[in-house]
C-alpha cells in the first residue's frame, strides 16, 4: 500500500505509514455545495402612456368631429412620446389603435355634419317661403303638441288680473310722461306694449284676464289726463268693471253702472273715472 503523502510503499493492511507514521487511508474530502445563483428581480413594466389611452378612448366617439380630431392628436403625441421614452413608457398599441379608429370615423363624421348643416339650411329656406308654416311651427315648439294638456283657467281670477294689467298701464303711462313730456300720456295701448301680442308681459295679463282693456280718452301736453276701461268679454253681464284714470286710482265698479261709466268717459265733456266706484288700486 503506497503512502499517499511520502509515497512509500507498506505492507497491506498497515493503517499508518511506516515512514511518515500518518494514515494509509485517503480521508474523505467534503467540498462545500456551490452557493444558489442569486435569482434577479423581474423588471417593472414601463407605465401606460395616458394620452394613448385617452386617443383610444375618445376615438371611439369620432363621428363627434371634435372628439376624433382630438383622438387624432393625442394620438400622434404619444405615439411621438413613447418613441422617445426609451422603453420607459408603453401604449404603442393603443394609440394605433386610436389613429385608426380616428381616420377612419372623422370624415364620416364631417360629411355628416355638412349634411345636417345643409339640410338645416334648406329646411330654413323652405319655411322663409311659407310664413305660416313657420309660426305654426314655432307655436308647437312653444306650448307643445296637441295633445298638451293646458290647464283650466280660473273665471275667479279674471278680475284680478285684470287689475294687475290696468297696474301695469299706470306704471307704463308715467314711463311714457317721463320719456316725452313734450307729448304727454300714451293715447293708445301700443305705445305703452303690445295688447295683442300673447308673448308681451302686458299682453300676457290682458289675454289671461278675459277682459276689453282700452285707453278710453287722452289730453294733450297742455292737459295731462288719460282714462282706461276693463270690462270683461266672456261674462259682461255679471262681472265687474274697472276704470283706471291719470290720479293713478283704480275704481271698481258692478256691472249695472257700465252704461253710466261709458257715458261719463266718452260723452262730450269728458270726465275721469267717476269716484262712486270701489277703489281698488291707488
Known sequence: MICPYCSQENPEGRKYCQACAKPLAPQTVFERPAPPP??????????????????LILSFFSLIVPFGIA????????RNRIANSGGRLRGR?????????????VPVG??????????????????????????????????????????????????QEAVEALLMIRARESEYLNAHPDQGYACRLDQIGEPLNPDNELGILIAKSRYQISIERCG?????????????????????VYCLDSSGV?????????????????????????????????
Not at 220 to 240: C, E, F, I, R
Not at 251 to 276: M, T, W
Request: proline share 8%; charged share 15%.
Open 38 to 55: 442569486t435569482l434577479h428581480a423581474a423588471s417593472p413594466k414601463p407605465p401606460l402612456s395616458k394620452m394613448a389611452l385617452a386617443s
Open 71 to 78: 383622438a387624432l392628436v393625442l394620438g400622434h403625441m404619444s
Open 93 to 105: 398599441w393603443f394609440a394605433f389603435a386610436g389613429l385608426i379608429l380616428g381616420y377612419i370615423q
Open 110 to 159: 364631417a360629411l355628416l355634419f355638412l349634411g345636417a348643416v345643409g339640410f338645416l339650411y334648406q329646411f330654413n329656406q323652405e319655411l322663409s317661403r311659407h310664413p305660416g308654416d313657420r309660426a305654426a311651427l314655432v307655436a308647437v315648439l312653444k306650448n307643445g303638441g296637441p295633445n298638451k294638456k293646458v290647464p283650466a283657467d280660473d273665471p275667479a281670477k279674471y278680475p
Open 220 to 240: 294733450t301736453a297742455n292737459n295731462l289726463w288719460y282714462t282706461v276701461l276693463a270690462s270683461s268679454k266672456t261674462d259682461y253681464s255679471s262681472s265687474p
Open 250 to 282: 283704480i275704481y271698481k265698479y258692478g256691472s249695472d253702472h257700465i252704461n253710466d261709466v261709458i257715458g261719463r268717459l266718452a260723452g262730450v265733456n269728458p270726465e275721469l273715472c267717476p269716484q262712486s266706484g270701489e277703489n281698488v288700486g291707488q
